[in-house]
């Protein structure tokens, strides 16, 4: 796993000592500051495998921050993977809560194999780290509807276990070279798989998906959504499991296994989204080529707190969809629904072209849900009501459809029975085509 370097205490408390004079000095010139600093928190609730907790919250937090909890390498703890990344510094900048959890067994390693880390509620480290994240909604106002986790490593195979145990507290994921649910498992005692380290260990789609849904039977509700990234040179925890993180979360979430979008962010990277096209995607993943196990590197994080929704830049305004509908007119317009059914849920992808020779600045789509039905989470698109007659509203970056140009989205729903598709749907007042596949 990767190891990280200690700053050299001699050299840290020669600097301390040269400056204390002059900090003396200023202290009695200039006012206080009052600057966030990292912050461990005792007695925060069931911790059965001894865990410590570290808090960063910063000056810029608002009385109900979004929290996320940043899970630590092997060998590493929570003051250093706080030190070295930039998950405080993004924190400061967008106001969000961070938790990080810090291991004291030896080794450093979390515990992502034992039969009761891979349940919910079994026990371990991830009942550890639920009682942080309750501790920081009780004591620090944080709010429960944004929790979101990110790990390197270890922490990445934490950030796996943690949405398929918990997939009703944390609404996404991003995992920096992990494995997927329950391939790190073990019934010997040992903490280290090594087939699935090698990237030997493959699955189904659905053999996947399965595993993540056993952590929580029974739980029909809506699935975190999932960020992946891995090196095509890691010689820790093999690329092959980057494959296989990517069959077991888009069956997860019901998305196809095919690519809605590709691109190549920087030359050395591909980036595939499943289910969406969007920044907030179900399920993204960013594959590096020629890297090896040392991520995430200068930028990544930044990419991270996109996806989740946290920074500015996309995080749509708190507030109710309009009313009104957009004043531009649609053109001809054709409609692709297509849905994963399981037990009580479903999972519908929805993709809308604009057939017409005008672009469309704004749009609504309108569709009525069979009953029993009622749409839990969605994304590219603001829904309302949650049921019957639903109007799914565009988000600001995918507002304008030129000509031939489409949007894709798609929503999480329950159903009591009937999963069957809406009958008809209209852009903006038009009807459009609909094809159901």
Known sequence: MIRRRPRPRSLLTALLAGLVSLLAALTLSAPAAHAASLTEVTGFGANPSNLRMYVYRPDSAPARPAVLVAVHYCTGSGPAFYSGTEFASLADRYGFLVIYPSVTRSGGCFDVSSPQALKRGGGSDPVGIMSMVTYAEQHY?????????????????????????????????????????????????????????????????????????????????????????????????????????????????????????????????????????????????????????????????????????????????????????????????????????????????????????APVDGWAL??????????????????????????????????????GASATLGFQATHTGDASAPTAFSLNGAACAAQQL
């Open 141 to 357: 106002g944080a709010d429960p509807d944004r929790v979101y986790v990110a790990g390197a490593s270890s922490g990445a195979m934490m950030t796996n276990v943690l949405l398929g145990d918990y997939p009703d507290v944390f609404k996404a994921g991003a995992a920096f070279m992990g494995v997927p649910f329950g391939c790190f498992a073990t019934t010997d005692g040992s903490s280290w798989n090594t087939a699935c380290a090698n990237g030997t260990v493959t699955k189904t789609p659905q053999q996947w998906g399965d595993l993540a849904r056993g952590a929580y039977p029974g739980y029909s509700g809506p699935r975190p959504r999932m960020q992946l990234w891995h090196g095509t040179d890691d010689n820790t925890l093999r690329y092959p499991n980057f494959g296989e993180e990517i069959k077991q979360w888009t069956n997860v979430l019901g998305v196809s296994q095919t690519p809605a979008f590709t691109d190549h962010p920087q030359s050395a990277w591909t980036r595939t989204r499943y289910g969406g096209t969007g920044t907030q995607a179900p399920v993204e993943a960013i594959s590096l080529q020629g890297v090896g196990h040392a991520l995430p590197t200068t930028g990544m994080a930044a990419r991270a707190i996109s996806f989740f929704g946290l920074d500015s830049a996309t995080t749509p305004p708190p507030t109710d969809p309009p009313t009104d509908p957009p004043t531009t007119p649609a053109g001809a317009c054709r409609v692709t629904y297509t849905t994963s059914t399981w037990n009580t849920g479903l999972t519908a992808a929805v993709t809308v072209t604009n057939t017409g020779t």
């Open 366 to 403: 309108t569709f009525t849900l069979p009953a029993g039905q009622t749409i839990t989470s969605g994304w590219n698109a603001q829904y309302a009501p949650a049921s019957g007659t639903v109007t799914a509203r565009n988000a600001p970056y995918n507002a304008t459809l030129a000509p």
